[in-house]
């Protein structure tokens, strides 16, 4: 029987990627860096999960010659980096210029009402998350979701589980009670590897990702109702 629905944030909530793309570039700009992050190499850049992971990989990837006569000073330049990053991401969020998915707010809004427990399992930052869901859902948006991992709980970034698996630890319900909402392969490896039948909606950056092992692969959420993950989810527990 379904009792919990977990939830990553970007790619799965909002479209959020090209917003971050541009934040990324902004703080690349602000730093006096000519860097310049666009479309298919972001694409690509998102293999890496987690901001500042993704800023030392193409440090190393470019500038691979310089990481190790001081490698103090690049970490304190990346942390540098991803708080102005993280800044303009949010001040975007706040001008309205991320939304939710199409059929999100619905689906969690009716999940919340017929009790089903609700969770977010993110390799994200917690301000991205607050920001988010504060102007999408309001003030309350921590009552709706009982639990929330993120990148300052669960340090290992997916594919790893780490993050799923604490998510389940703390919400006290077993895998095959959940299902878990995915954009990209890695969020998809990191819930299979936690015991989680999955649904995945992808983004135009994550589309050419293999989702083997998915329970769904849907454009959105758009026309997807608790009812349907009743029934998806039952004959995938079947044994």
């Known amino acids: 029987m379904l009792q919990a629905l977990i939830f990553d944030v970007d790619g799965t909530l909002a479209d959020t990627e090209s917003a971050h793309r541009a934040a990324f570039n902004h703080a ?29 990989h193409y440090w190393k990837h470019t500038r691979g010659d310089i990481v190790g006569i001081d490698a103090h000073a690049i970490k304190d330049t990346i942390v540098r980096l991803h708080e102005i990053k993280t800044a303009a991401y949010e001040a975007m969020v706040n001008d309205g210029l991320v939304a939710l998915r199409p059929g999100v707010l619905a689906l969690i809004e009716s999940a919340h009402a017929q009790g089903l427990s609700l969770a977010i399992a993110t390799t994200t930052s917690p301000v991205n998350i607050a920001s988010l869901l504060r102007r999408a859902i309001g003030l309350h948006w921590r009552s709706v979701f009982g639990v929330v991992e993120d990148a300052s709980t669960a340090p290992i970034k997916k594919p790893n589980p780490q993050v799923y698996r604490q998510t389940l630890q703390r919400m006290g319900v077993a895998p095959e009670r959940c299902l878990a909402f995915e954009d990209s392969s890695n969020g998809l490896k990191a819930a299979l590897a936690a015991g ?44």
């Open 28 to 56: 690349f700009s602000e730093e006096g860096l000519d860097w310049e992050w666009d479309e298919p190499l972001y694409t690509e850049l998102l293999d890496i999960s987690g901001g500042k992971e993704r800023i030392a």
């Open 196 to 239: 989680l039948s999955t649904v995945i909606t992808p983004t135009h950056f994550t589309a050419h990702h293999d989702f083997s092992g998915a329970l769904r692969v849907l454009p959105d959420l758009g026309s997807t109702s608790v009812a349907d993950l009743r029934i998806w989810h039952s004959p995938a527990r079947e044994f």
